[in-house]
């Protein structure tokens, strides 16, 4: 199984910057794709970035030029750099990642896939 648990989130001011950090563990064969997800209080929980483990990214449109997603194999963690925080940005951040677990899985292609427990970001206006 993985455990991902995330740290960094808090509170900064418009404008401002906070980074993220998501580190996978457990017994697994490899971490594919990983990503952030976000859910502000009354909306359904949206996908901000992802990167592949080629690292290939991908973001929502509302963050771009903002954020930046990347990640450290070695170490099995994600980061997530905000910069020109807004207000809008105010959410909780989910961590997700894909994981094969086993050789056989490998084989298979099949993977899982976990969530983080959440952190929350305030940004003041």
Same mark, same amino acid.
């Given at each position: 199984q993985v455990q991902l648990v995330e740290s960094g989130g808090g509170l900064a001011q418009a404008g401002g910057s906070l980074r993220l950090s998501? =580190? #996978?563990?457990?017994?697994?064969?490899?971490? %594919?794709?990983?990503? $952030?997800y976000r859910q502000a209080p009354g909306n359904q929980r949206e996908l901000v970035a992802s990167i592949t483990s080629g690292g290939s990214t991908n973001y929502v449109d509302s963050v771009k030029g903002r954020f930046t997603i990347s990640r450290d /194999?070695?170490?099995? +963690?994600?980061?997530?750099?905000? %910069?020109?925080?807004?207000?809008?940005? +105010? =959410?909780?951040?989910?961590?997700? =990642?894909? #994981? +094969?677990? /086993? $050789? =056989?899985a490998y084989v298979r292609?099949? +993977?899982? /896939?976990? $969530?983080?427990q959440g952190t929350q970001v305030t940004v003041s206006s």
């Amino acid at each position: 199984q993985v455990q991902l648990v995330e740290s960094g989130g808090g509170l900064a001011q418009a404008g401002g910057s906070l980074r993220l950090s998501c =580190a #996978a563990s457990g017994s697994f064969f490899d971490i %594919n794709a990983m990503g $952030w997800y976000r859910q502000a209080p009354g909306n359904q929980r949206e996908l901000v970035a992802s990167i592949t483990s080629g690292g290939s990214t991908n973001y929502v449109d509302s963050v771009k030029g903002r954020f930046t997603i990347s990640r450290d /194999n070695a170490k099995n +963690t994600v980061y997530l750099q905000m %910069n020109s925080l807004k207000p809008e940005d +105010t =959410a909780v951040y989910y961590c997700n =990642a894909d #994981a +094969t677990l /086993n $050789w =056989a899985a490998y084989v298979r292609g099949s +993977t899982h /896939n976990y $969530w983080g427990q959440g952190t929350q970001v305030t940004v003041s206006s």
